[in-house]
């Protein structure tokens, strides 16, 4: 994807968030990659959206975009038609790293300013409003230092802040983010959340794909998992559960069972379990173990060297 091809936005108020309505996508080549999709999103939230690598994440926020035609179904976004919501420029996208060519010689301000190309004419002059704006963002997201230096030039987790900078100063009141922590560093992932969480205060939807389980239930509020239709989808805690994540994951997901004496030097049968996709293991503590629960780590279809290394990782 071309850098110029993501333009940017406006401001929208509307009662009803993000609503998907039997969502359906084949792809050029017969692969259908969704089917029957549902989901309604409210406003000021941050819905997770969760699944296996080709469960269709991307194709989501395409479809929703309107960059892949739906096969059926339909979105609507604030209320009214995707079509025409778009149109408002109300739903900003921060794409995957890997969607963006990014030997497109711009600097990183003009890469921020195309969030404002919906408000300008099609001479694309740039108001002290658009500048302002435009400042503003960069310097929420820490990068206001870097506005001269080329886009290419950056790390992986500078160019996601200069992106989501660039959605910032769309001011769209929607906003979907394709993996915003693939990459990044513990801090830049804080310094994501944190801005991430404001704006939900805001009032906006947010659509958020990530593999970092264990950072879900710390920001958001609601959790769609998908495997090329909807798993589960509604309130975080009610989702992200053990059953549901096993159901998503099936054999790619690594899963590790603490208890009996590894645990405890008394009779409590709590367990810790540990289940990872990627980074961030999601780790739930306080289960009651059965009888004769197991006393080592369990992995369940993992790779041969999954046990330490996930190990090492439940416990950093
Ligand atoms: N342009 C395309 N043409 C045909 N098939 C495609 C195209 N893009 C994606 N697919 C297929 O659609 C399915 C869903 O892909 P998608 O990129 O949406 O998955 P994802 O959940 O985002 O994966 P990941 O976690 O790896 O980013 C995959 O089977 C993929 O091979």
Not at 32 to 52: E, S
Not at 106 to 117: H, I, K, P, Q, S
Not at 140 to 162: D, N, W, Y
Not at 191 to 204: Q, W
């Amino acid at each position: 994807m071309n850098l110029a091809t993501l333009s940017g936005a406006n401001t929208s108020a509307g009662q009803n968030g993000l609503v998907a309505d039997k969502v359906t996508v084949t792809y050029r080549n017969g692969h259908t990659a969704l089917f029957d999709v549902d989901f309604a999103i409210p406003k000021g939230t941050i819905t997770a959206l969760v699944g296996v690598n080709g469960s269709g994440k991307s194709t989501l926020f395409k479809a929703i975009m309107g960059f892949v035609p739906l096969a059926r179904g339909s979105v609507s976004i604030l209320g009214e038609p995707a079509g025409r919501a778009l149109k408002r420029n109300v739903v900003a996208y921060v794409p995957q790293s890997e969607e963006v060519d990014w030997n497109f010689p711009v600097l990183v301000e003009d890469v921020v300013m195309m969030g404002r190309y919906g408000h300008m004419n099609f001479l694309r002059i740039a108001s002290r409003q658009d500048r302002r704006l435009v400042d503003a963002a960069l310097e929420r997201v820490g990068m206001g230092a870097f506005r001269r230096r080329q886009i290419g030039e950056l790390s992986g987790g500078q160019k996601k802040r200069v992106f989501l900078a660039r959605a910032l100063a769309q001011e769209g009141d929607v906003i979907l983010l394709d993996e915003p922590f693939t990459g990044v560093d513990v801090t830049t992932e804080a310094t994501i959340v944190t801005l991430l969480k404001e704006l939900r205060d805001e009032g906006r939807v947010m659509l958020v794909s990530t593999h970092n389980l264990g950072s879900v239930p710390e920001f958001c509020d609601r959790a769609i998992l998908i495997n090329r239709t909807v798993l589960a989808a509604g309130p975080t805690e009610k989702v992200f559960t053990r059953a549901n994540l096993e159901a998503a994951f099936g054999g790619v997901l690594r899963h590790f069972v603490l208890g009996g004496a590894d645990l405890h030097d008394d009779a409590d049968t709590r367990q810790v379990t540990v289940i990872t996709d990627d980074e961030r293991p999601f780790v739930l503590y306080g289960e009651k173990g059965e009888d004769g629960a197991p006393s080592r780590p369990t992995a369940l279809d993992a790779e041969p060297d999954a046990e330490g290394e996930s190990a090492g990782r439940a416990e950093s």
